[in-house]
């Protein structure tokens, strides 16, 4: 099918501005990972641009020999798998009903969920709540208060509503019971909006950072955010290493470092995406054919 000249222009305008789009996005980590990947002369030079500049990996070595990055690495993923695996699980047991038209009280229960999307009891009230609950320096605290995302209950509910009603009619003439019917049938059709929401979540978890600091006191349980957080606002991986390892020390830069330990967070999920890519746009569409 041969293109008329105004497409031929509009496609190409298209293509022009997703590259800027798409550049803008990608030359800041690229620039980045050349800071962590270049020695201290070129950093202090300012001649690092989106190419490692007399590659060294000395801002690597001190991040991993000098702060708890393993330990708050391992926080982390903890808190990710976790809190991800609680959200999709009640995602699921929350839209399902929701999505059947023959659920009493349906019309309230989904009015009282899009109403706290709107308004919400604020910092102070969540906080008062979870300390009452006992959930003060544990990840519980994390994890409770956001277990379900309203957009992203309402995206897997339109999904259930999109599917055949027939398909559920012929499971239960085949003696299929409910959650049967849920594992066997229903989530095995939802898995490209199932695995759109779990990027959404999470990454959400992953980059915690405010909930870290109002819910968790001890610092065995901050997770890899607040540590490059704290490496980035003051210079204590600086002063010991200067103390322990003054070789080192002299070797490297703060911007170094701090460059290596965002990497560090970033590269996860840089892994992850490429997994769950195949799903994202056809799971959100797909979920989004329904209001």
Not at 7 to 28: D, R
Not at 35 to 43: G, R, W
Not at 97 to 103: A, E, G, I, N, V
Not at 111 to 126: D, E, K, R, V, Y
Request: glycine share 6%.
């Amino acid at each position: 099918m041969k293109h008329t000249r105004g497409e031929k222009v509009f496609y190409a305008l298209n293509y022009i501005f997703l590259t800027i789009i798409g550049l803008s996005c990608l030359l800041p980590i690229v620039h980045i990972l050349a800071l962590s990947l270049s020695d201290k002369h070129a950093l202090m030079s300012g001649t690092v641009s989106f190419w490692p500049v007399n590659l060294s990996l000395d801002g690597y070595n001190a991040l991993f020999k000098e702060s708890p990055i393993i330990k708050d690495f391992r926080n982390s993923v903890i808190i990710t798998v976790v809190g991800t695996f609680l959200n999709i699980v009640f995602t699921i047991l929350a839209a399902y009903p929701l999505s059947k038209r023959y659920f009493i009280g349906r019309r309230f229960y989904s009015f009282a969920i899009i109403f706290t999307m709107i308004f919400s009891a604020g910092l102070i009230p969540t906080y008062l709540l979870v300390q009452k609950l006992g959930l003060i320096n544990s990840y519980g605290a994390l994890w409770l208060p956001g277990l379900i995302t309203v957009w992203n209950l309402l995206v897997l509910r339109s999904f259930f509503e999109g599917l055949p009603e027939e398909l559920e009619e012929a499971s239960r003439i085949d003696g299929c019971s409910e959650w049967r019917l849920i594992i066997q049938i229903v989530l095995p059709l939802s898995l490209p909006v199932l695995a759109a929401l779990t990027l959404f979540y999470g990454v959400g978890h992953w980059n915690a950072f405010m909930n870290v600091l109002i819910y968790i006191n001890d610092s065995s349980k901050l997770n890899l955010a607040v540590l490059v957080q704290q490496m980035i606002q003051n210079q204590s991986l600086m002063q010991e290493l200067t103390n322990t390892q003054p070789e080192l020390a002299a070797a490297i830069t703060p911007e170094g470092v701090k460059a290596a330990g965002v990497i560090v967070m970033t590269l996860p999920m840089l892994i992850v995406y490429p997994f769950l890519q195949r799903f994202f746009v056809k799971g959100v569409m797909v979920g989004a054919v329904k209001g």
